[in-house]
């Protein structure tokens, strides 16, 4: 079992930069690939970023290519995603989630987190 808590979502304006941070608890994080994900409201929850277990490959959906950036800190069981120049279209729930292995699918993930609002104002 893996439990997982975002943290540092906000409101920015466009242009702006924030962190998110996820905090795991439970078997060894390094054994497992971590994903964000968000969800816009009334819009299906779509794929951001993730990244392998040990950190040396990433993935990024493209909208956010550029922008965002995914890292993770194995000694302190964290993953974080550096969102800079922040777009109103932007504004959604972001989760982060855990599995085995890298994929860009939702239904691949087997724990996720509580979520944290992010909100960008134009």
């Known amino acids: 079992q893996v439990q997982l808590v975002e943290s540092g979502g906000g409101s920015v304006q466009a242009g702006g930069s924030l962190r998110l941070s996820c905090a795991a608890s439970g078997r060894t994080f390094s054994s497992y690939a971590m994903g964000w994900f968000r969800q816009a409201p009334g819009k299906e929850r779509e794929f951001v970023a993730a990244?392998?277990?040990?950190?040396?490959?990433?993935y990024y959906a493209g909208s956010v290519k550029g922008r965002f950036a995914i890292s993770r800190d194995n000694a302190k069981s964290t993953v974080h995603l550096q969102m800079n120049s922040l777009k109103p279209e932007d504004t959604a729930v972001y989760y982060c989630a855990a599995n085995p292995s890298v994929s860009y699918y939702i239904n691949d993930y087997n724990y996720w987190g509580q979520g944290t609002q992010v909100t960008v104002s134009s």
């Open positions: 990244i392998s277990g040990r950190g040396g490959s990433t």
